[in-house]
């Protein structure tokens, strides 16, 4: 029997809670910070990319063990990680690679995030997640930007702003692809029953005619 190759979007609720959670917790750190520095604050977002690419990997892994398709999920843990990594290592270069990095960091995560919402899905309320979301990232990374002319620490907490909306954004996509699985292994259930149903009819048939030959 065929496996079908779920999209992206259909990962484990789990997932997007998870993502959530850290996006929501660091998001908070670095949006109501009252450190007057970057330096302090880019290993802890560098931290939390990393977490990001924790749990896309084991999504990737998930994935794969299911026969799902994992490409997509396993490209985005090494973004997460990638740029983590990044933040890490550039820790003492200035507040010019900090800007650089999260502005690059927004914009390509908003970029991807409208893709998903208008290419993998037709269901409004999902493309209206992602694509909301995404819109955010766009709008925050061009913000980033152009926020070297500020205080120090100001684009740190806008990139802390984006985080929030990512947080929000996924619990609540979550809940909703939660009830999205269970209407579908619903409906998968009522799908076997039918056929199971179709089957015995069709041998219930075979079973009459062959009865009147004889």
Not at 14 to 34: N, R
Not at 107 to 118: A, S, T
Not at 153 to 165: E, L
Request: net charge positive.
């Amino acid at each position: 029997m065929a496996h079908i190759k779920r999209k992206y979007i259909d990962s484990h609720w789990l997932v997007f809670i998870f993502q959530g959670i850290i996006a929501l917790i660091f998001g908070c750190v670095t949006l109501f910070t009252s450190d007057s520095n970057s330096t302090a604050l880019i290993p802890i977002i560098g931290i939390f990319l990393l977490g990001l690419a924790v749990v896309e990997f084991a999504n990737s892994i998930y994935r794969s063990y299911n026969k799902e398709g994992w490409a997509v999920s396993t490209g985005v843990a090494m973004f997460d990680g990638l740029f983590g990594l990044l933040l890490l290592f550039v820790v003492n270069e200035g507040m010019t690679w900090h800007l650089v990095l999260l502005a690059a960091y927004t914009l390509l995560r908003g970029i991807f995030e409208v893709v998903i919402g208008f290419r993998t899905t037709v269901d409004p309320t999902d493309r209206f997640i992602w694509c909301l979301c995404g819109v955010c990232g766009l709008l925050f990374g061009i913000v980033i930007f152009n926020s070297g002319h500020l205080a120090n620490v100001d684009f740190v907490r806008f990139f802390g702003a984006y985080m929030m909306i990512l947080g929000v954004s996924s619990l609540i996509y979550s809940i909703h692809n939660r009830e999205q699985q269970r209407e579908d292994r619903l409906a998968r259930s009522e799908a076997a029953k039918e056929r199971q149903k179709l089957k015995t009819a069709t041998r219930e048939a075979k079973n009459i005619k062959t009865s009147e030959k004889v």
